[in-house]
């Protein structure tokens, strides 16, 4: 049987006039406004003690809304064989140079074909445990559409030692990026605070209120080709799209990256051109330093080829 929660929501002024799927969207951010859309048509959700299902009920200021909400039971994930770039390997840790288009884990409507499948197959039931079946042995996530180097934990001590050092900023992770624009100096660092957009629960913004959580990433120049600029990032702390938002806030948005930069793309670009380049941790057993690099992918490669003979013709 699945067990239900119920999250019980009082409305205040500020949110009176929402319409009640994006109201409640806002307040339980985990979840879509789809899902509470079919939550309403089930009559799951009770506006002052009375079931409401319509979606475009507007909220009103006192009105005590109670949702009734399933609790989501975690699918079974399936190994499977599927050829991974493993850069380094032992019994702790599992270093991988991951390819564009891979998603990290398994997700809603996605459980097939991620690096989580493939590890699985590779490792076994031996991965961690720590983040869950979705999860195992994920101790970090680089985004869909961003190439280059993952690290995973084969055991438990190993994902703890790990995670610890990324709390502590101790992890190198240098990425390569290509953004728009030249940028004026030869190096930076952008200290600007990262969470969730405040219109489109998809995207990541700079925050200066109570949902921005510290951000930090260092930027230096690489190489110039006049409308556009090769540069090394490299975190100090891990947001979700950290590079991506930084550079765009800094009005340098990568090349590729539609969801933060310009729908238009240039040089053949097909995704953000963004790949972690550079790994380095101290090792969960030895406890010495090992860093790892990767070479460029063959696409981000080309699109680094056209830059440099465009600019050779300018």
Request: aromatic share 6%.
């Amino acid at each position: 049987m699945i067990e239900e929660k119920i999250f019980k929501i009082d409305v205040e002024k500020e949110n009176e006039g929402e319409r009640i799927d994006s109201f409640l969207a806002s307040k339980i951010s985990e979840r879509s406004r789809s899902f509470f859309q079919k939550l309403l048509d089930e009559g799951m959700v009770l506006v002052n003690g009375s079931v409401c299902d319509s979606k475009k009920y507007k909220v009103k200021a006192l009105d005590i809304i109670e949702v009734e909400m399933p609790e989501a039971k975690e699918p079974d994930i399936i190994p499977e064989d599927i050829s991974l770039d493993i850069v380094y390997e032992d019994d702790d840790v599992l270093v991988i140079n991951k390819p564009a288009g891979m998603v990290v884990h398994p997700a809603a409507g996605n459980y097939t074909g991620t690096l989580v499948n493939a590890i699985m197959h590779h490792c076994g039931d031996r991965l961690s445990s720590i983040n869950g079946v979705i999860r195992p042995g994920i101790v970090h996530r680089i985004d869909k559409d961003t190439s280059g180097l993952l690290m995973v934990a084969k055991n438990d001590a190993a994902h703890n030692s790990l995670a610890q050092q990324l709390a502590e900023h101790s992890i190198t992770r240098k990425y390569v990026a290509i953004v728009w624009d030249n940028l004026k100096e030869n190096d930076g660092i952008v200290d600007a605070p990262i969470g969730r957009h405040p219109k489109d629960r998809k995207k990541q913004s700079v925050m200066y209120d109570d949902t921005g959580k510290r951000a930090v990433t260092h930027w230096r120049v690489l190489e110039r080709f006049g409308s556009f600029t090769l540069v090394e990032c490299q975190l100090e702390t891990g947001r979700t799209h950290q590079i991506r938002v930084h550079m765009a806030y800094i009005k340098h948005p990568l090349l590729g990256d539609s969801v933060y930069g310009p729908a238009k793309s240039a040089a053949g670009a097909k995704r953000q051109m963004l790949h972690a380049k550079t790994l380095g941790f101290v090792h969960p057993s030895t406890g010495k330093y090992i860093e790892f690099d990767s070479q460029l992918p063959e696409d981000f490669s080309e699109v680094l080829n056209k830059l440099r003979k465009q600019n050779e013709q300018n």
